[in-house]
């Protein structure tokens, strides 16, 4: 993986964690790398936390992989996520089971309203995981016999403009 790309599949990570993290109350905690952490402030107790997402089995790997990242990053705080599919993950944050959904399609208006109402505001759709395209195609198939004239094919045997050869009607 580029280090372009991971650094933009963190920052998107940063986003969507920072935006459930306010869904369950954790506005007030800061983010920080281990090289950011302030070293001479006195630590008087720690932060536990937890939030869970549930949704797409397709974006299970890269879900897996940025928790793991973020675990590194921050180890008393967990997220877990629940490959359960992209309604069920939507269904689960609208409800309020959830603190985030991944989904591999945009909400539908009735969801986009019902997670509106949950947020208290508009509720984003936040595109970080691509996933590969198959175009399938049908090969030709195989022919024994030489390709037929365009003319022929029309049903046409003589020339435009021309009549047709005696004895052929």
Known sequence: MTERRTGIIRAALFVALTLAASAVGLTGTAMLTR???????PITA??????????SSAQKGAMDAW???FHGLHPDLRVD???NGSGAGIRDFVTG???FAGSDVAMRPGEQLLADRRCRSRAVHL???????A????????TTSPPISRRRAA??????GSSPSPGRA
């Open 135 to 142: 175009l399938p195609t049908t090969p030709a198939p195989p």
């Open 35 to 41: 090289d950011e952490t302030p070293r001479n402030l």
């Open 155 to 160: 049903g046409r045997t003589s020339r435009p």
């Open 97 to 99: 089971v959830t603190a």
């Open 67 to 69: 928790r793991a990242d």
């Open 127 to 133: 595109p970080m995981v691509v996933g590969p395209i």
């Open 46 to 55: 720690s932060i536990t936390a937890s939030i869970s997402g549930s949704g």
């Open 81 to 83: 996520y629940n490959a």
